[in-house]
């Protein structure tokens, strides 16, 4: 049966289910993920869990391995599509025609960071329902008021914050683990990759985060036996590599020990990675001999910039010197790093980015780093705490629903012409499978023929090694190319 447990969750943290009816078991709701870095979503898994456990018939479909076939559509009373990240939004609302075509009778629910801070832009393009946040409760009470005829207003929006009964998420109806993402070992071996999430939220405010506007400074822990039973399922299904999505793996570091320190007991082979900012790299740095220990391979950090004045607008919370320093603890705790950036702000500079290369290359980090990352440029989306700042909005143009956010354009035209190229040389180099050691050689030709400047040979020695990755590289708010939109 759908849904059915692989083996019974050995702890009982989950309250009753509620009874079943014969109509719950004839509402049919369809859940769509546009895009979750080549990763199986738990935020589909999630609320399948919560659906079918009150007797609905739930079907996923992963557009980012599926088509949007007729048949999965058809009879759907809801339609509940993830946004989760800028990308899955502008696939989603490129899909939006298609599905309401395949399914005109349902009521359409967006949810995920990305549905509240768009809500204008989705109740236009006939989304009814908007909900954020811990939203799996909201989910069911609108699929059981659909189903019961009585659906709400189109135009709602409700972001819940409250705290949840996680329950074990069921993977049961996504495509299997080993069509997503894998790992690649610098020797060349992959590995089947799980996806796990221990927390929701972040308790910080990074003025240019997606998480904020949301939960405002909050986060929310899934407990330890949940996401422990998660992993088992994900083992048993062939994951031999656990990516935690949590937006900081360090919020709550008690949590984190407890998490890795399980996962490693009962499964001593398997490795993992997780995302901790700089901060919490250096706050926590006793912990990071145990996560090595418990088979952390690499840890994904938001650095940003290595420019001081940037990263006080961001309000990061670091400084470049911050992130030097928490290279070296993880390196000296043996574990890899995998930075990433956002290099094009209005307050770049062209030496500044020049200075950005010039450091990778210094702490021995150019292999860490997939040439995509080089080329991202700020996104302001509706919502954003940069729009807080003064002075701000007078280097805007008006929101763009084409590109879901504020457009922007840099005082110094050099700098967005750079960042122009090196967007297309990263998206050609990745195409070509080029090494990262090659495309940085060329980023590092553009970036100094900007300058006007000849550009100097990288040093003949070690600028990094390769280190573990996974084969979706780590970014966020991208063009959707043409492969994401071939399912519909
Ligand atoms: S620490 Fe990371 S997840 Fe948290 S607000 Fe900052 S950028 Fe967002």
């Not at 949007?68 to 009373?77: K, S, T, W």
């Not at 809500?119 to 329902?129: M, N, S």
């Not at 706050?283 to 006080?312: M, N």
């Not at 509706?382 to 909005?393: Q, T, W």
Request: hydrophobic share 40%.
């Amino acid at each position: 049966m759908p849904g059915e447990p692989m083996s019974a969750p050995p702890f009982q943290t989950e309250p009753p289910a509620p009874s079943v009816t014969k109509s719950d078991a004839a509402f049919r709701v369809v859940l769509i993920n546009p895009y979750e870095l080549g990763r199986q979503p738990f935020a589909l898994a999630q609320p399948t869990a919560w659906l079918r456990r009150a007797g609905m018939e739930v079907v996923c479909l992963d557009l980012s391995l599926q088509t949007l076939e007729p048949q999965a559509l058809a009879g759907a009373g809801l339609i509940g599509l993830y946004l989760g990240m800028h990308t899955a939004t502008r696939i989603a609302v490129e899909a939006l025609p298609r599905i309401r075509e395949l399914a005109p009778q349902a009521h359409f629910c967006a949810y995920g960071l990305y549905a509240p801070m768009n809500a204008a832009l989705l109740h236009g393009r006939g989304i009814a329902t908007i909900l954020g946040g811990e939203c799996e409760p909201d989910l069911l009470a609108l699929a059981q008021s659909v189903r019961d005829g009585a659906p709400p207003e189109p135009g709602g929006v409700h972001v819940g914050l409250d705290k949840i009964a996680f329950l074990t998420p069921d993977r049961s109806a996504l495509p299997p683990l080993e069509r997503y993402t894998h790992l690649t070992l610098p020797d060349g071996g992959t590995r089947v990759v799980g996806f796990a999430e221990g927390s929701r939220g972040c308790k910080h405010l990074c003025r240019h985060c997606p998480v904020v506007p949301v939960y405002g400074g909050r986060f929310r822990i899934v407990p330890p036996e949940v996401v422990q039973e998660d992993i088992r399922r994900q083992v048993a299904a062939g994951a031999a590599h656990i990516s935690f999505g949590d937006p900081d793996f360090f919020n709550g570091p008690t949590h984190a020990r407890r998490l890795v320190e399980a996962l490693h007991r009962e499964f001593p082979a398997l490795t993992y990675d997780a995302t901790i900012k700089v901060e919490h790299l250096i706050r926590h740095a006793e912990l990071l001999p145990l996560l090595r220990k418990t088979g952390c391979l690499f840890i994904t950090s938001a650095v940003e910039s290595v420019d001081d004045r940037v990263l006080e607008s961001l309000e990061k919370n670091h400084t470049a010197a911050d992130f030097a320093q928490a290279a070296g603890l993880l390196r000296e705790a043996g574990i890899a790093l995998a930075p990433t950036f956002v290099p094009f702000t209005p307050w770049t500079r062209l030496e500044g980015y020049t200075a950005l290369l010039r450091r990778l290359v210094e702490l021995e980090l150019v292999e860490s780093v997939p040439p995509v990352q080089l080329s991202i440029r700020l996104l302001i989306p509706e919502g954003s705490r940069l729009l807080e700042l003064s002075g701000f909005a007078q280097h805007l143009e008006p929101f763009d629903p084409t590109i879901l956010g504020y457009p922007w354009r840099h005082e110094d035209p050099r700098v967005d012409a750079l960042q122009e190229h090196v967007q297309a040389w990263a998206a050609q180099a990745e195409e070509r499978g080029l090494p990262r050691r090659e495309a940085f050689g060329r980023i590092w030709e553009l970036a100094h023929e900007a300058q006007g400047e000849r550009p100097p040979p990288l040093p003949a020695g070690p600028i990094g090694a390769a280190i573990p990755r996974l084969s979706e590289a780590w970014y966020c708010c991208a063009e959707p190319t043409r492969r994401q939109l071939h399912s519909f």
